[in-house]
């Protein structure tokens, strides 16, 4: 049916050689890459393999698992946002949402009803209750280009890990922004232990807003919601949210602090 018109003809082959690269469940052009499906699940949402899914969903943090049994003693997840704006769009950077040291597998699969069917996955589970690096917090793009970013999880076996490699972890997250998995990962010789990964998309409804040379409008208080970013051992600060200011230095400004910030991402969603 498709055959006769040359636009439709390239569309068919689009989706063939998207379907033939799509083996990798990270994105294209991430690395390290994995054909390994790692299930996402937030209380019944399981977005998989780039699909579009609201940004309420991925609120909570989600339950992660395998769907073969892992035979490995420890494992780590973390996620990253592949598409967060940059004041020289359509520059991006990319973002450290996550990184859970301490997972171990479950021995049996358990029953997950999703919106994607009944997914029968070995949880990944925090039964030591170890702190993580960088507690998870969702993605909520802001209206800025690109409006759709690539959350990625992948999930690395850790079993072997040195202390060294906790440390460079560790020191690696100190910064979220400009987080590059494979230079971490290489850093903390887990270069080749990704052994699971997924994305999805997660879109502003837009429109974009052009970012202004001064940080005008919700500026006036910008200064004081300066966050150092320095390394703290737990890690657990960090951007709530990607419509935090980064300037040229790096250093993370909240419009008007977090709280108020908070309040106008609300004011702004609502008011679409
Ligand atoms: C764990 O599984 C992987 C792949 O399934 C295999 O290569 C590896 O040898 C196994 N390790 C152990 C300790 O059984
Ligand atoms: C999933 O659905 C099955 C029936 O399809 C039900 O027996 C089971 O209790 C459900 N599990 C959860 C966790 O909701
Ligand atoms: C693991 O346990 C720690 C400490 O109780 C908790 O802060 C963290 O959120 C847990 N992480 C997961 C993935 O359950
Ligand atoms: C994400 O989904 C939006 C539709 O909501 C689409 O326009 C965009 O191209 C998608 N982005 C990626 C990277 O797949």
Not at 75 to 91: E, G, H, Q, R, S
């Amino acid at each position: 049916m498709s055959y006769q018109m040359p636009t439709m003809l390239s569309k068919c082959v689009t989706v063939l050689m998207v379907a033939t690269t799509a083996l990798a469940r990270t994105p294209n052009g991430f690395s390290p890459a994995t054909n390994t499906d790692l299930i996402v699940e937030y209380r019944g949402f399981a977005p998989q393999n780039g699909v579009v899914v609201a940004r309420d969903t991925t609120v909570p943090e989600p339950r992660i698992g395998t769907l073969t049994r892992l035979n490995g003693t420890s494992y780590a997840v973390l996620m990253i946002d592949l598409d967060i704006p940059t004041d020289n769009p359509p520059a991006t950077n990319t973002l450290l949402h996550w990184m859970q040291t301490g997972l171990t597998p479950a021995s049996t699969a358990t029953q997950l009803n999703t919106t994607m069917g009944t997914i029968r996955a070995f949880l990944l589970e925090n039964g030591t209750n170890t702190a993580p690096i960088v507690a998870y917090f969702g993605p909520n793009p802001p209206a800025r280009v690109p409006l759709s970013h690539r959350y990625t999880q992948i999930l690395v076996d850790t079993s072997d890990i040195t202390d060294e490699g906790t440390q460079a972890l560790r020191t690696a997250a100190g910064a979220l922004r400009g987080f590059n998995a494979q230079q971490v990962l290489t850093q903390a010789n887990l270069g080749d232990k990704v052994v699971a990964g997924n994305f999805y998309n997660v879109t502003n409804p837009g429109p974009a807003t052009t970012p202004s040379p001064t940080t005008s409008g919700s500026g006036s208080a910008a200064t004081g919601g300066t966050q150092s970013g320095t390394g703290s051992g737990a890690g657990t600060g960090g951007p709530s949210t990607e419509s935090d200011v980064v300037t040229a230095g790096g250093v993370v400004m909240r419009p008007g602090g977090a709280l108020v910030g908070v309040v106008m991402v609300g004011a702004v969603m609502f008011a679409l």
